[in-house]
């Protein structure tokens, strides 16, 4: 009895940005006439994009086929997502020549559609799982097995060689992104290229061979010279810059001394709750900044916070 | 206070198989010449592969680089994996025609090893590394970008592109894996390739756009049609068949009512707990047998049943 008490009904993951994702996916009804089939349907609609850029009509991402089709989307370059409550939806990439009317139709890049909540959760999670999607037909055209040429097969779920008959699936990277805890204190560090006076949770890619504990252990071993005890797995986060799956936790640190990894971050301090809290409020005397509200780092700060 | 109290010193993950890895991997320092630098240290050591077999004198899987040499080892079917105490270690993958003398030398597959526990952790977590980078080297040796070959980089951790540039990292399939619970019961399934009596947890992998909670339920609804709602992660393995990495975790079944995915699974329903318990023991009265000692879904169960 109870295995679940004291769990909140809603995980914290269902509260990051583009986790709003409530498309019926039906993976395995997945078929090879998977996108002409959902097009022919009347309630298809289109979430379409122009290189990295989203097409919006004021906050309304869906277009219906034959929008979609004017504007010269090809089947080539469509994946079925699934299904909304009123019917199927499709994700294109336009080519790079298609002429939009941009006094009908904004070109946003999905970053600013989601830190400026342009749309609704629900089409942020929808937009996050086609640019996902997008990002990796983009870069895998060519089969890694034999290098011939490869065609978009099951709805976009898959690519198959037509010479060594490999079949290639989208690629999703896992990601640690952690907040070491000692003494009342956590541990933030900015790199370079952040925005000016931000700090965030350290994070790396998980490698070959690693549980998620010991991606993170390595990963704030490497970065910041801190020893890791515990692993807490908080939340995690699909993040489609370019196909991640941000996996966030809070550890145990266990020193105080920071060696920091000087290619990787320009600081790397420990942080009070009371700045914490200042920081997310935006309120910190030195302007000093939490991660941007669609950031899992965010999430983490806020949770042990209390902010 | 207390953020990581209740929380075991050694958690769950360290516990399921190939999580005994001990190899520092330092990948903040991994450059061009990592590989030959490494093998002109006295005390370098190689896992060695051919095919998909490991190589084994006893319960000793090192060799000696002259050693690795003389079976024909190459520089482009070399990875660094990392250092552990007394040196560096790396990894190879032989030609299929390396000769063997199998009187002094076993070839074992790395499940066979793993499940019969013929190396110690640390020597099994390593293998695990080892193997998920030469399955990974093995099937991406062509740019997925272009088509054009890639040649290995950065100890292995890479693959450049010398046409359009691009750099190709190892990749690490996320796959869920989950046991529902309801009224004390736990929802187990077979798949036809299973061996006889054997029931495993679901799962399946992570997709696109999607968090880890969202994919419990996806793949449990879809496999089982069991509607789920909290999902308690529990522990994390890298599993090397080929490159997967399994998020095990516990769920809350909303219904009893299973609608099995028949072309997935050939059986699927609910287990006691005195069940469960004999599965693990081997006491099943109906032969019925819980998954074997290297698999999380055996983990999850025991976590569950007490068992």
Request: charged content about 25%; overall charge negative; some cysteine.
């Amino acid at each position: 009895m109870g295995f679940f008490d004291g769990m909140p009904a809603v995980e914290p993951s269902a509260r990051v940005g583009f986790a709003g994702n409530r498309i019926e996916r039906r993976s395995e009804h997945r078929s090879a006439d998977a996108v002409p089939a959902a097009v022919g349907d009347d309630r298809a609609r289109f979430y379409l994009f122009r290189g990295d850029k989203v097409l919006l009509r004021g906050s309304d991402p869906l277009f219906e086929p034959r929008e979609a089709d004017g504007l010269g989307a090809v089947r080539d370059e469509t994946v079925l997502l699934g299904w909304a409550g009123d019917g199927p939806r499709l994700a294109s990439l336009l080519p790079d020549s298609a002429q939009i009317d941009e006094q009908r139709i904004g070109l946003v890049d999905l970053r600013t559609v989601a830190t400026g909540a342009m749309v609704t959760p629900e089409h942020l999670g929808a937009l996050a799982q086609a640019r996902a999607l997008m990002n990796w037909h983009g870069r895998h055209r060519f089969c890694s097995n034999c290098g011939a040429a490869t065609t978009i097969a099951n709805g976009g779920y898959r690519r198959d060689c037509p010479r060594c008959q490999a079949q290639h699936f989208p690629r999703t990277d896992p990601v640690v992104i952690m907040l070491a805890i000692r003494n009342e204190r956590v541990l933030l560090g900015r790199q370079r290229q952040f925005q000016p006076g931000m700090y965030s949770a350290l994070a790396g890619f998980l490698e070959p061979g690693e549980t998620i504990e010991d991606a993170v252990r390595r990963e704030t071993l490497e970065e910041s010279g801190v020893p890791i005890g515990r692993v807490r797995y908080h939340a995690s986060q699909p993040w489609p810059f370019p196909m991640s799956l941000m996996i966030g936790c809070h550890c145990e640190a266990l020193s105080d001394t920071i060696s920091r990894d000087e290619a990787e971050l320009e600081d790397c301090r420990w942080f009070t709750r009371d700045e914490a809290r200042a920081m997310l409020a935006g309120t910190h005397p030195d302007g000093l900044k939490a991660p941007t509200n669609i950031a899992i780092a965010r999430t983490l700060l806020a949770a042990w916070s209390g902010g």
